[in-house]
């Protein structure tokens, strides 16, 4: 490889990174908006868990971009959600990704569970779209009355619409 080229693809490869680091920033501030406007943006360092670009918390909710995503793929927590605003949630995420395939396909009529499976018996519950742990994309516990939502790598448009239906309830 010649030595421009080499200099080309060095700048390629880090203008990605900025770009991706930018649009990581921007995805935070998207959802400390949809939370109220309180809440702050940190750096993510290695070991820390999964790979990230950043971390936001907020009161009523925490997130990681994903490292591995242009910047548009988020880790998130919901605590302490009112039972309404989960029955919301869970409502709008099902409609939003309800099933297109043919009649033999393997998706769940209810990914998310319901309040009365969360009550059942206090544990996790997978929020599972084909009932195999692989394609799950988070869980859902009930504890004191109040649900509290994991969701492992949703678009920050989906994070956005659920953390604001949570504050609509709060």
């Known amino acids: 490889m010649s030595e421009a080229s080499a200099t080309t693809l060095r700048m390629a490869v880090e203008s990605a990174k900025a770009a991706a680091a930018a649009t990581a920033h921007t995805a935070a501030m998207i959802m400390i908006e949809a939370g109220g406007g309180q809440g702050s943006i940190h750096r993510a360092w290695r070991g820390e868990g999964p790979d990230a ?26 605590p302490s959600l009112t039972p309404a605003a989960y029955e919301q949630m869970r409502a709008w995420a099902q409609d939003r990704d309800d099933c297109h395939h043919d009649l033999d396909c393997d998706c769940l009529k209810d990914p998310w569970p319901t309040l009365a499976t969360l009550s059942e018996d206090g544990e996790e519950r997978d929020i599972d779209y084909r009932n195999d742990r692989e394609y799950a994309r988070g869980s859902a516990r009930l504890a004191f009355g109040r649900v509290t939502v994991n969701l492992d790598d949703e678009a920050v448009s989906v994070a956005d619409t659920l953390i604001r239906i949570a504050r609509h309830h709060a």
């Open 53 to 78: 670009l950043c971390l936001v918390t907020a009161p009523s909710f925490s997130g990681r971009i994903h490292a591995g995503s242009h910047g548009d793929r988020v880790q998130i927590t919901l």
